[in-house]
C-alpha cells in the first residue's frame, strides 16, 4: 500500500501545474496602442482600451510556440467636417474602431535561463477582425470585414513570485487591407503599435 500511495503521489505531482513550471506560461495582458496609417487617418487618438489572454509553450532552452486573441478599441467624438469622396458633411461625429487579432505566435529567447529576465524577438500571424463605426448627428454607418495580420514583437519576459511570470511586449499589428469601403474611396488597412503588459501562471 505503501509503494502504491508513493506512485500516486508522484503521478498527481508529475501532472500538476508546479512540476511543469517553466513550460507553460498563461497570461492576461492589458494593451495601450498608437494609431498608424489608416487607423492614424481615421482616429488619431491612441487607445487605453485594450486586452490580451496569451499563452507559451516553452519546453525549449531558446523558444517557445503559443497563441494569442486580443482587442484594442479607438474612439473618438469631434465636431468638424468629414470629406466623403463625394462631398464634404459638417456636424458632431462620433468615430469608433475596434481591432481584435487571433494569433499563432513564436519567439526566441536571447538567454536560456528561464528565472532569468529574458529579452526575446518574435511574432505572430492570424486572422484579424476589425468592426468600424461612423456616425455623424442620427445618421451612422457600420462595417467589418476579417483580414490577415503579421505582428512582429520584441519583449521581455521574467518570473515573479512562485509559480507566476510576466510578459512586456511591444508590437506592430500589420494588415492587409479590408475588402469593404467605408467612408473613404479606398480600402483601409487598419495598422497600430500596441504596448502589452501581462502576468500569469507558468
Known amino acids: 500500500m505503501r509503494v502504491s500511495l508513493a506512485i500516486a503521489i508522484a503521478a498527481i505531482a508529475g501532472a500538476s501545474p508546479l512540476a511543469a513550471q517553466h513550460r507553460y506560461l498563461s497570461a492576461i495582458e492589458y494593451s495601450i496602442a498608437i494609431p498608424l496609417g489608416d487607423t492614424h487617418d481615421y482616429i488619431p487618438r491612441g487607445s487605453w482600451a485594450g486586452a490580451a489572454w496569451e499563452t507559451r509553450w516553452m519546453d525549449k532552452p531558446h523558444t ?3 497563441a494569442l ?4 478599441t479607438f474612439y473618438r467624438r469631434q465636431t468638424g467636417s468629414f470629406d466623403y469622396p463625394n462631398g464634404t458633411i ?3 461625429q462620433y468615430r469608433h474602431l475596434m481591432s481584435l487579432p487571433i494569433l499563432a505566435t513564436g519567439a526566441y529567447y536571447f538567454t536560456a535561463k ?18 468600424q463605426l461612423f456616425r455623424l448627428g442620427l445618421q451612422e ?3 467589418s470585414d476579417w483580414a490577415f495580420s503579421v505582428v512582429p514583437e520584441v519583449g521581455l519576459a521574467f518570473s515573479a513570485w512562485y509559480g507566476t511570470g510576466g510578459i512586456l511586449a511591444l508590437r506592430y499589428h500589420l494588415p492587409t487591407e479590408n ?7 479606398s480600402n483601409q488597412r487598419f495598422q497600430y503599435l500596441s504596448f502589452s503588459m501581462g502576468i500569469g501562471f507558468r
Open 179 to 185: 475588402s469593404g469601403l467605408f467612408a473613404r474611396g
Open 90 to 92: 459638417t456636424g458632431d
Open 141 to 143: 454607418q457600420r462595417h
Open 69 to 72: 486573441v486580443g482587442f484594442n
Open 114 to 131: 528561464r528565472d532569468d529576465p529574458r529579452w526575446y524577438i518574435g511574432g505572430g500571424m492570424g486572422p484579424v477582425f476589425s468592426s
Open 64 to 66: 517557445s510556440l503559443g
